[in-house]
């Protein structure tokens, strides 16, 4: 629960954030009185900081990803082993149709990896220390499959193209609900001089209930592309060798030393019940082991 409260909250810290600093300079305000825009103005407020706010993630995903798991990007192979990975994601590459991503290794005790990236031939492959040291050769190439099959899919753009709608849609509604609640405490006075207390409660409260829904159908886009990439990991590696990797990774034990912002990437998520499955970025690994299985 601790990591999905976490995941939520940054997300919503950012547009409440944004939602704060429009409020400060009267850019809303502006673009949301009537006379001086209007609805118009608004959606491409909405949509400048939606998106925005969406892209500028992608495009410094990999940057990032370095940065916050001490990821080493192997320009040289020193080992055996390093030119074992960097061959098997070259021609993973290679069947898939896409660019040679960077390929990186970062020191963390539990078995894991993850993509990321701006474009398909723009992109980052890492894995653990962990991974590499708990799996055998035939589970590591599996789970490097199911990494370039989320590159190949496209599934960082797409996944980053839902949350800049979403995040357009929550600050339109927001704001659009919000100067209606104005309007309605202020008894239907035109606020021409600005908006008052009302609107401005109005769209902090509704941005935190509007982005909880977003977040909802982010993760359920999230999950489905898991089992997607593991089918792509199946045709890269086998179907036997995907299946043998994600039942290894049943064994992992503890919380992932990935940073929060980074944990909708790894091979493999938390679990939780109830409502909370809403908010689950990877679906359980027996779920995705019986979908592998069923292909046969």
């Known amino acids: 629960m601790r990591r999905i409260a976490l995941f939520l909250v940054t997300n919503l810290a950012v547009l409440l954030l944004l939602g704060m600093v429009c409020h400060l300079f009267g850019v809303d305000q502006w673009a949301a009185m009537r006379g001086y825009g209007g609805m118009p103005g608004l959606l491409i407020f909405a949509a400048v900081f939606g998106m925005g706010g969406a892209f500028i993630s992608l495009a410094t995903s990999k940057w990032m990803a370095k940065m916050t798991t001490g990821a080493r990007v192997i320009e040289q192979p020193q080992n055996d082993a390093e030119r ?75 996944l980053t193209l839902i949350q800049g709608v979403l995040n357009t849609l929550v600050i339109l509604a927001a704001r659009v609900v919000g100067r209606l609640v104005d309007s309605w405490l202020s008894g239907g006075r035109d606020n021409r001089g600005g908006s008052g207390i009302g609107y401005f409660v109005s769209v902090m409260v509704l941005q935190l209930v509007f982005g909880l829904f977003a977040s909802m159908i982010v993760m359920a886009f999230s999950r489905w592309r898991e089992f997607h990439a593991d089918a792509a990991g199946a045709k890269l590696a086998g179907r036997g060798a995907m299946i043998s990797a994600l039942q290894r990774l049943q064994l992992n034990h503890g919380e992932s030393t990935l940073p929060k912002t980074m944990a909708a990437f790894g091979i493999s998520g938390p679990l939780a019940q109830g409502f909370q499955r809403l908010f689950m970025s990877h679906p359980p690994l027996e779920e995705r082991i019986a979908a592998l299985q069923k292909q046969g």
């Open 84 to 158: 074992w990975l960097v061959e098997t994601v070259r021609r993973h590459a290679q069947n898939a149709g896409i660019g040679m991503p960077e390929v990186a290794i970062y020191d963390a005790p539990e078995m894991n990896a993850f993509a990321t990236g701006m474009t398909k031939n723009s992109a980052l492959v890492a894995v653990s220390t962990g991974l590499l040291q708990q799996m055998d050769r035939e589970q590591v190439t599996a789970v490097l499959g199911h990494e370039i099959g989320h590159v190949a899919n496209g599934d960082m753009v797409t």
